[in-house]
């Protein structure tokens, strides 16, 4: 869902999962197209803009002419392309799943993303586990909590695929 300001009020837009390309000479403009949420107003967020064709694979050049629906969810959640087409979003609805843990016990738990979303792994792992944010600072402080790669879990945001560490 985005956000984008049409005059002088704020418009709820949703992806409509489709590509519009326009030929401008040589170049290429290639846009997602959103749909207003309570019309059929249409809000275009630019992908490419004057980009020459040879600049694309054909296979990404078929996939922006056939509406490809994973290329166009990937571009959907491209939160860094929509604020840069002035829009505001909103992250998407999420659960999490898998077993639940003790934080008293040593496991390795992968959290997993088909979407890179800016979302901390703080606020995943807080909801999962139903700590405080003080209580989780302090176990991530302790070493009791820690990301396999090194990252600093109190400020990483989810990018696909994380691994986390808990020990006793």
Sequence with gaps: MATAKNAAKKTRFKSSDQFRINAQRQYLDIWLIYKCTKCNTTWNATIFSRIS??????EQLN????NDQALARNYAFD?????KNGAEYELPAFSIVGDDIGTGESAEVKLISEYILPIKVSTLLRK???LSQKSFRELVENGRIKDASGQNL???KLNGETTIIFLP
């Design 53 to 58: 064709p040879q600049a694309l694979t054909s």
């Design 63 to 66: 996939q922006f002419q056939e």
């Design 79 to 83: 939160f860094d392309l929509l604020r």
């Design 128 to 130: 999962k586990l139903h």
């Design 154 to 156: 109190l400020k990483s």
